[in-house]
T-cell receptor, first 111, second 114 residues
Framework: TQLLEQSPQFLSIQEGENLTVYCNSSSVFSSLQWYRQEPGEGPVLLVTVVTGGEVKKLKRLTFQFGDARKDSSLHITAAQPGDTGLYLCAGAGDNNNDMRFGAGTRLTVKP | DADVTQTPRNRITKTGKRIMLECSQTKGHDRMYWYRQDPGLGLQLIYYSFDVKDINKGEISDGYSVSRQAQAKFSLSLESAIPNQTALYFC?????????????FGPGTRLTVL
């Protein structure tokens, strides 16, 4: 059983569409990160959220941390083919000794 | 040059062989990690080290061992490889000075055990 559940597992959309992917857990995290991974490469950090209810924007990407710090969402506006990749969320406990990753959402944006 | 490098990038080996995967970093971070990635399972932590004298087991350490030779180097060994250790392996680093545990990953090693 994954500590962090990501949904959907796969998502295929057309260029220009909007989308939201989710990261849910029954555990409380001191911080939560979103990473994007492209084929043949390691994950690259997109954002870190630390405060319940926090919203961060990175160009067309909007990240939200749940009020209870158990879940998070990533919304992409007007998706582009360059957004294609595996999106991973990862949560860290209070001592940051043990970061747990979700299985990821594999996004494909078709031209 | 990449901040976190892994060698080899690809390796095919046979059951029972000893394999070592190496990781080097130039970020000056104290913390280093080894993960494996399997389809549908995300990244699972194998071992982590907070400094040269510190080694800790992660979620799935059985069948693996590590060595922290220096602040910049962290190697992962499979003493006797088995087919279900076929996976993508990632090394990562983080800065102990930040409370946010942001991790920086290497490019990965694709290991196939026949």
């Amino acid at each position: 059983t994954q500590l962090l559940e990501q949904s959907p597992q796969f998502l295929s959309i057309q260029e220009g569409e909007n989308l939201t992917v989710y990261c849910n857990s029954s555990s409380v995290f001191s911080s939560l990160q979103w990473y994007r991974q492209e084929p043949g490469e390691g994950p690259v950090l997109l954002v870190t959220v630390v405060t319940g209810g926090e919203v961060k924007k990175l160009k067309r990407l909007t990240f939200q941390f749940g009020d209870a710090r158990k879940d998070s969402s990533l919304h992409i506006t007007a998706a582009q083919p360059g957004d294609t990749g595996l999106y991973l969320c990862a949560g860290a406990g209070d001592n940051n000794n043990d970061m747990r990753f979700g299985a990821g959402t594999r996004l494909t944006v078709k031209p | 040059d990449a901040d976190v490098t892994q060698t080899p990038r690809n390796r095919i080996t046979k059951t029972g062989k000893r394999i070592m995967l190496e990781c080097s970093q130039t970020k000056g971070h104290d913390r280093m990690y080894w993960y494996r990635q399997d389809p549908g399972l995300g990244l699972q932590l194998i071992y982590y080290s907070f400094d040269v004298k510190d080694i800790n087991k992660g979620e799935i350490s059985d069948g693996y061992s590590v060595s922290r030779q220096a602040q910049a180097k962290f190697s992962l060994s499979l003493e006797s490889a088995i087919p279900n250790q076929t996976a993508l392996y990632f090394c990562a680093t983080s800065d102990a000075g930040t409370a946010r545990a942001e991790q920086f990953f290497g490019p990965g090693t694709r290991l196939t055990v026949l």
